[in-house]
């Protein structure tokens, strides 16, 4: 499960926890306590849904890059789609 992002869930973070946001828009959370990060908020263990997804110039044409919500990584085909004939 993932929750919509929205600033009360990332502001209400306990004592040792930070966010940070990647380069492309992703959320995570940073423990200084420990030195570790997660995509998954500290209290409610859910990712954080940005409904980041992005165009490359590395990718070929039609082609964007998104993520899981565990964030792995994982490639779309916009230009591949079903018509019906």
Known sequence: MAADLNLECICSLPRSWTYGITRGGRVFFINEEAKSTT???????????????R??????TGWE?????????YYI???ATSRPK
């Open 39 to 53: 995509w998954l908020h500290p209290v409610t263990g859910e990712a954080v849904v940005t409904g980041h997804r």
């Open 55 to 60: 165009q490359s110039t590395d990718l070929p």
């Open 65 to 73: 890059e998104a993520y899981t919500f565990e964030g792995a990584r």
């Open 77 to 79: 085909n916009c230009l």
